[in-house]
Nanobody
Framework: QVQLVESGGGLVQAGGSLRLSCEAS????????MNWYRQAPGKQRELVAG???????NYADSVLGRFTISRDNVKSTVYLQMNTLKPEDTAVYYC?????????????WGQGTQVTVSS
């Protein structure tokens, strides 16, 4: 099992910055990918950014150049630095870890943290 706790959300004005953290605990061996998703009211959950165990990153087009995903292996924490925030970035942000096991791959989700960007 993997437990994830997000933090760092809040209310910020457009153009501002926030840094989200996702601290992991539990069985952290064989983690293959760490991702940030978001879900706005009335919309589907969408992938925002991801980082693999090898360090490769990917981003949604809507956040490319504004958001940066990174990780601290010592602290077992993944970060999402969000700059130049826009009102449309308002959503609940979730982290997800994917773990590989002998019987398949399993996804673990955090509880989410609210980000609200005012215009």
């Amino acid at each position: 099992q993997v437990q994830l706790v997000e933090s760092g959300g809040g209310l910020v004005q457009a153009g501002g910055s926030l840094r989200l953290s996702c601290e992991a605990s539990g069985s952290l061996s064989r983690i293959t990918a760490m991702n940030w998703y978001r879900q706005a009211p009335g919309k589907q959950r969408e992938l925002v950014a991801g980082i693999t165990s090898g360090g490769s990153t990917n981003y949604a087009d809507s956040v490319l150049g504004r958001f940066t995903i990174s990780r601290d292996n010592v602290k077992s924490t993944v970060y999402l630095q969000m700059n130049t925030l826009k009102p449309e970035d308002t959503a609940v942000y979730y982290c997800k870890f994917r773990r590989s096991a002998w019987n398949g791959e399993f996804d673990y989700w955090g509880q989410g943290t609210q980000v609200t960007v005012s215009s």
